[in-house]
């Protein structure tokens, strides 16, 4: 600061602006690019892996309660060479991105026809909103009894996750899409399907991936719901057998393979939400 | 930009006779406790003008006295009105693809271009190539060429303003309804624009119906002007005052017969004349 004082004060309002200017550009490039977001958001993994290494070189707690992260590790390296970690990550995979599939095209049909007209609203609000008052694991019980162990229950029950938050996001959006914009278009000769596709559709496209990432959550939570219950493979199946045999370290396998996996998904549809948006809105 | 008064593609168009004939409309508050009875709100009544084919009337009035609800009942966005409107001979009974309407708000669609909101307002089957001309050139004589492949969100207000104007420009419609259109605009940009309208209208005949709060503005480029406002002891606005603006345009701004007519104008507005001479014609 001294070393400017013999300025001129206009010259040193530049030098401070040029200054200021500098720093945050040079903020903005460390938070903006690849590296430094990836950098950033791997602090606290790290931390925690180098904690749970800590608390069990310490043997804080004994095995069964916290193994070492060598030992999930191992375990994990044992159930690849039996053969039985793929074919339930596999199996496990396929029934959330079925369910999902089939859950979220019906919410977003359902969700379209309640959000543009009245009268869809009127006949299938109510109803719906019942459902969905139903906590998930009620549906468990009938979905065994009606499809038995099949793919079936597990497949509908993971559909029903997803269908909701799709539903509900679609038909609100639809139903808030600025009045104004749609008015324009109609005043400009849209009405249908044409005004549907050229104003609605495209006014709701962010809320819709928004509410996908949602029932994509909810798949998975579902899915865990029913492997848990009722089957012989998959990530759930695998954290119930573990828990009955005594492995916890299976189980902190099939939760970390689940948060990986969740991570995973909903990572790729953010991609793609950041295109929507950028496109869209 | 708007010196050009020769449009390539202006001359194809015929301006409509616009007829009102005992036109009001009320409103009935939606928001009324159960049990009370809603008592309709007259805005707007007993409306009888004859617009006639090429004529440019501005329409003046204060704030909420229901000019955009008359423009949009003459587009045919508003149908729950007395009285008939007819343009050409034929009642407006829904939307009208003989007018085009350039709204208060610039009513842009986000996820479009400038361009590709412009090219919203084209007549329909037009040609492709024909249609991408008109538009281009109606951004060059907006000034919007610069812009025309951003985003509604990149643009400032005045120019959204100037986008929508061109939308509405684009269908070279036979009537053509202008709330505030320029409104947003600075004093040089807004001169620019009267002038461009001035253009328009004089290579393409149209008939304008133009809503503004600017007794200069209306005084400079109406053939009549209207001045909505209520009658003492009667509810709703309705045409208080009609005033054909002598002299062929350009206006002289100092001319002692508009400046009489402007404090008229102001009086019928509610804002007191600084001058004691008395009004005539
Ligand atoms: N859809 C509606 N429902 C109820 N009242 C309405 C509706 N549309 C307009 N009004 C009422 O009609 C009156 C006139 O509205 P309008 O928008 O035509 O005013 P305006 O003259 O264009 O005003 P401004 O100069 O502020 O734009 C207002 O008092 C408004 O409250
Ligand atoms: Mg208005």
Redesign the pocket.
Known sequence: MSATTDLTPRAQARGKAARQGGGSVRRARFTSTRGGQFLISSILPIAILLAWQLTSSLGIFTVGQLPSPEMVWLAGVDLVQRGLLGPFIGISVQRVLIGFAIGASLGLFFGAIVGLARVWDFFFGSTFGAIRAVPSLAWVPLLLLWLKIGEESKITLIAIGAFFPVYTTVAAALRHVDKQLVEAGRAFGLSGVQLFTTVQLPAVVPSVISGLRLALAQSWLFLVAAELIASSAGLGFLLLDSQNNGRTDRVILAIILLAVFGKTTDALLGLFEKWAVRRWA | MASSTTMPYAVTNTAFEVRFDGVG?S????NTRRGESAEP?I??RDINITVKPGELVAIL????????????ITAGL?TGFTGNVTIDGTPVEGIDSRSAFAF?EPRLFPWRSVTQNVALGLPHGIDKAEGEARVAELLELVGLSASAHHRPREISGGMAQRASLARALARNPGVLLL??PFGALDALTRLKMQDLLLDIHAAAPTTVLL?T?DVDEALQLADRVIL?GRMPGEPG?TISELVTVPGGRPRDRGSAELAELRAHLLEGLGVDRHTTSTFSI
């Open positions: 409309r409103f009935t508050a939606t709100r805005v707007l009035g204060t704030s909420g006295c229901g000019k955009s609800t008359l423009l949009r508003d208060q709330d505030e809503v709060h909505l606005a």
